[in-house]
């Protein structure tokens, strides 16, 4: 949907979780799921802490994973309020067998392949207990999916290429409702009964031109207790604009309509901006411009810690706040399972 301000959310960006290990993080996401780590960084509002992008293979716009390594926070406690599962998007209906077997063979927890709003899914786990699965698209989405790195463990074919749906919860349903489609502009696809429980919902929404990458997945919980943020929780989800132009625009529509909306912020690598929805889920706006090149190039991305320019310089500052944590391919393309003791210098 085309909203007052001309503009429409096209698709999700990114979403951003908890972790508090990140060299066991980053063994699960590249080693076990085959994505490229593609920016090693901080968190730019607190330089301790590591914060890990993993996309495709060429840092796509709609294919980022990131964490925040927060080394002692407790685990996460499900509720209302929070983002939930993450399904990433593959292309092909077989790859779900390949997967299968692949989480068989690695010992990683998982489920029977079900559904996801229409789509076939494998649900599984990381070992911080985040809600994952991977969804298979039913061949020529209207939003593409990325490229997969070719240097992954995992087949080309087979390979994740960006986020496919996201999840979540609230106990706050009208209100959150009214926010995702009189301002956001989300379509409500379907909207059913949820468990036998009559309170309970299940809604289908989607944005952009719809599909993988542009659906979300609304579980209504009135009487869920509050979710509690810790490591395998998700702190928010990011929701994409192609331009500069348009991130301005939205920023002055979301004000406009009594949204508690952040100032555009630049990220370096992309804008963004934040709110919160009337359930408690943290949302962000980001520009898919202008990617994760800035600063180093293609062929060694993630490879070395890589600071926007306004922390660089407190480099030695930040460097000597953070363990050491190897991210060249001679460990992240190594099958997951198997010993790294470059992994413990």
Known sequence: MTLSNGVELTGLHHV?????????????YTRALGLRI????????????YHLFYADGLGSAGSDVTFFGFPSTPINQPGAGEIGEIALRVERQESLEFWRDRFETLGIEHQAITQRAGYQALPFTDPEGQRLAIVAGHGNEPIPGGTPWERATVPVEHGITG????????????????????????????????????????????TGKGGLN????????????????????VH??????????????????????????TPVIDRFYFRAMYFREPGGVLFEISSDEPGFTGDEPLETLGESLALPPFLEPQRATIEAQLRPLPTTPDITTREYGEALEEATR
Do not use: C
């Open 16 to 28: 951003s979780a908890i972790t508090s290990d990140v060299a066991a993080n980053r063994d699960f």
């Open 38 to 49: 593609v920016k090693k960084t901080v968190n730019q509002d607190a330089t301790d802490v």
């Open 163 to 206: 986020l496919g749906i996201v999840s979540i919860t609230t106990g706050r349903p009208d209100a959150t409702l009214r926010v995702l489609t009189e301002v956001m502009g989300f379509r409500v696809i379907e909207d059913r009964p949820d468990n036998g429980i009559p309170a309970n919902r299940t809604v289908l929404l989607e």
């Open 214 to 233: 542009g659906t979300m997945i609304l579980h209504v919980r009135p009487n869920a207790p509050m979710a509690r943020l810790g490591h395998g929780g």
């Open 236 to 261: 928010h989800v990011a929701f994409r604009v192609p331009t500069y132009e348009a991130h301005t625009a939205w920023n002055t529509y979301l004000a406009d309509a009594g949204m508690n909306v």
